[in-house]
């Protein structure tokens, strides 16, 4: 593999996963394939040698562009995905389009022209695990989506899995906990909270906040793909995860600790319909068949470090914070 596509690759995670890549694999070159939605910017791609990642402003379910890349290049890494669970409970059909339609081009287009490819998706798909639960998400768990997105990013798990055992596609899927880090759009929890702060408002809690997340530093998740997509075999899933656990009213109090600010400086909002309570990842088959491992073990120093990106990227984050206020405030969040 030299020459390989990122689809989603100007977004927060495919983008740190381009900029991973680049870096451990100063050989390849990479076609990063995004269309530039909201949520997608060029400038996280800012410092990259164009001669070896160009970025084509395009859609994954255009047929025709896919199939020119695809037949081009010997890999397909598909992180091109809407991914907000608010936004998809507000306005479904994008999701539908993107996360299954789109899937559904990329591995036809694949299918045709025999190139490896590797399906992102989500722990979500599982549904959600009661608190006191002891056990967590493995690769054997049954699907059980709650929201339009994680819906949406089954069917989209359940049609790489039937290319594979149907045409023979060469995939494989992972499946990964809650992300944070740098470059990560103001709408999702954590740099919401720290914007909110740098704007001077208050944090906005959903519902009691005991629900739990399992933290993930993206650039762990970048090194889980790479490891999986060189070493994996072909037609497994994987599950990625750092044994990050933290309900989300631990988190705003870390963020709150360390952004100087009183315990009590955030509001209760209206909780989300239908809001998981807790996701929790087995990554021992990754580890152990895979001999991966996690960098960022330290979620509190991972948390520190994300902060002060925020403190000092204030030109990349302003621009979109004011429309996405407004959008919560119009569903009471
Ligand atoms: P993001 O919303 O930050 O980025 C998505 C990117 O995909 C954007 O650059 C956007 O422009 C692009 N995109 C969307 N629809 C497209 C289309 N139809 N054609 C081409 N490009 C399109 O998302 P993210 O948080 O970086 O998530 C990336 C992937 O990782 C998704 O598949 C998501 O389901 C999965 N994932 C995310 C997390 C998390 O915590 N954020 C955890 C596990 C898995
Ligand atoms: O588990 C992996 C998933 O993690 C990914 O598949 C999704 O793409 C990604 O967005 C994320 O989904 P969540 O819904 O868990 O993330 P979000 O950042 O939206 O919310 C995290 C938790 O914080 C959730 O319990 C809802 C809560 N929350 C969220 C926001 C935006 C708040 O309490 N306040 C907020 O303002």
């Known amino acids: 593999m030299k020459k390989v596509i990122v689809t989603g690759g100007a977004g927060f995670i495919g983008s740190n996963y381009v900029r991973y890549i680049y870096k451990e694999r100063p050989d390849w070159e990479i076609t990063v394939l995004d269309a530039l939605t909201y949520a997608g910017n060029e400038k996280n791609l800012e410092g990259l040698d164009k001669s070896r990642v160009e970025l084509v402003v395009g859609n994954i379910c255009d047929a025709e562009l896919v199939d020119k890349l695809v037949k081009n290049n010997d890999a397909i890494i598909h992180f091109a995905a809407e991914s ?14 993107s996360n299954i339609i789109g899937t559904y081009t990329l591995i036809e287009a694949a299918r045709k022209h025999n190139k490896r490819f590797h399906h992102i998706s989500t722990d979500e798909v599982y549904g959600d695990l009661e608190l006191d639960d002891p056990s967590k998400f493995t690769v054997d768990t049954p699907y059980n989506p709650s929201s339009p997105y994680s819906s949406t990013k089954a069917g989209s798990d359940l049609l790489v899995r039937a290319w594979v055992r149907s ?19 103001v709408e999702k929890m954590i740099p919401r909270q720290i914007t909110n702060i740098l704007c001077g408002d208050k944090l906005k809690l959903y519902g009691s906040g005991e629900n739990v997340r399992d933290w993930i530093h993206a650039e762990d998740h970048s090194s889980g793909v790479l490891a999986i997509l060189e070493k994996g075999k072909i037609g497994e899933t994987y599950l990625i995860g750092a044994n990050g656990e933290k309900s989300n009213l631990e988190v705003f109090e870390l963020i709150l600790k360390h952004m100087g600010k009183d315990q009590d400086w955030l509001e209760h909002v209206k909780d989300r319909a239908g809001h998981d309570m807790r996701y929790a990842i087995d990554a021992s088959k990754l580890v152990n068949e895979l001999g991966w491992s996690p960098k960022y073990t330290d979620f ?8 002060e990106w925020y403190k000092n990227n204030e030109d990349w984050w302003k621009p979109q914070k004011q429309e996405t206020e407004e959008k919560y405030a119009k569903s009471g969040q």
């Open 300 to 307: 509190e120093e991972g948390l520190k470090q994300t902060i």
């Open 167 to 185: 045409f023979g596609l060469q995939a494989t899927i992972s499946n990964c906990s809650n992300n944070y880090g740098a470059y990560q759009h």
């Open 84 to 97: 907000h669970n608010d936004n998809s409970l507000k306005t479904p059909w994008p999701f539908v389009e």
